[in-house]
């Protein structure tokens, strides 16, 4: 069954500090990757996505992720830590094949940056 | 520009009731999704549209759930007789080409 795994509930990490979130994903083929935020009381935000193509991507707010197809994971990384980066992080696959097909989403983290 | 809107944003209806909720895509998006986000989970796939056709409904749980697109842009997710375990965030999202889905604040369903 095609599935993402987010192993972590929640992330601590000090403001200044590196941070990680990671995922790992189940799908066959050369999936399309993803990762949103979501904000109290908002909507997902898109961060970034992985189509094709170098193995690291950068997205919004300083994000990036890298792509490592050997052990499927795709996780989310960020060299500095704000407090403003607090919230719920959910990385996402689209599988191969189709067009404009469903996105399946891990189970989400919860990233608390302390000052 | 305008994102996707969702309306209502919060919805309290009795257990037996129909709803709608309803779904603005961004201008132009071709293609619109429902999720469901029950709490403390990943939003889990309900439909997708290819313009005005359903492409994949495989994720509604069932006959009670229904959706339409008649026009090709807004969308109405209709829920019959519901039950309290409907309760949940409602999400949509479009995309333009199929690759990166923007998402709607969602509409906040309870049913009593």
């Known amino acids: 069954a095609q599935s993402v795994a987010q192993p972590e509930d929640q992330v601590n990490v000090a403001e200044g500090n590196p941070l990680t979130v990671k995922c790992t994903y189940s799908v066959s083929g050369n999936p399309y990757l993803f990762w949103y935020v979501q904000y109290p009381n908002r909507g997902l935000q898109f961060l970034l996505k992985y189509i094709t193509g170098d193995n690291l991507v950068k997205g919004s707010y300083g994000f990036e992720a890298e792509f490592n197809k050997s052990q499927t994971s795709f996780h989310l990384k960020k060299p500095s830590a704000l407090v403003s980066d607090s919230a719920l992080y959910f990385c996402?696959?689209?599988?191969?094949?189709?067009?404009?097909?469903?996105?399946?989403f891990g189970s989400g983290t919860r990233l608390s940056i302390r000052p | 520009g305008a994102g996707v809107s969702q309306t209502p944003s919060n919805k309290v209806t009795e257990k037996g009731k129909y709803v709608e909720l309803r779904c603005d895509p961004i201008s132009g998006h071709t293609a619109l999704y429902w999720y469901r986000q029950s709490l403390g989970q990943g939003p889990e796939f309900l439909i997708y549209?290819?313009?005005?056709?359903?492409?994949?409904d495989s994720g509604l749980p069932n006959d009670r759930f229904f959706a339409v697109r008649p026009e090709g842009s807004v969308s109405t997710l209709k829920i019959q007789r519901t039950e309290r375990g409907d309760s949940a965030v409602y999400l949509c999202a479009s995309s333009p080409h199929g690759e990166t889905q923007y998402f709607g604040p969602g509409t906040r369903l309870l049913v009593l």
């Open positions: 549209f290819q313009g005005t056709g359903a492409a994949d």
């Open positions: 996402a696959v689209r599988p191969p094949g189709g067009s404009a097909s469903k996105i399946i």
